[in-house]
């Protein structure tokens, strides 16, 4: 088992910023590939970004390229999205999930957080 804390959402005007993180416990966060998701109202849920399990590679939605950054540190066991340029169409619960291999499907993360919400005000 793995679990996932989110933090960092919050209220942001249109064009800030916001450094969402997650906190991973249980088994070993580095065999894992992590990745963000959203989910606003009415929609369904949808991939942001990825990161493979080392962090040397990585996928963004093209909805959030040039503007959002993930990166993780496995010695301190979290994963952080960087998002500038917030727009508000960002608007969304993000949620962090981990699986075993960085596939651009959301059916392929195991492990979910709880989510944290973020609201772009425009």
């Known amino acids: 088992q793995v679990q996932l804390v989110e933090s960092g959402g919050g209220l942001v005007q249109a064009g800030g910023s916001l450094r969402l993180s997650c906190a991973a416990s249980g088994r070993t966060f580095s065999n894992y590939a992590m990745g963000w998701f959203r989910q606003a109202p009415g929609k369904e849920r949808e991939i942001v970004a990825l990161?493979?399990?080392?962090?040397?590679?990585?996928y963004y939605a093209d909805s959030v390229k040039g503007r959002f950054t993930i990166s993780r540190d496995n010695a301190e066991n979290t994963v952080y999205l960087q998002m500038n340029s917030l727009k508000p169409e960002d608007t969304a619960v993000y949620y962090c999930a981990a699986g075993k291999s960085m596939v651009p499907a959301t059916s392929w993360y195991n492990y979910w957080g709880q989510g944290t919400q973020v609201t772009v005000s425009s």
């Open positions: 990161i493979s399990r080392s962090g040397g590679s990585t």
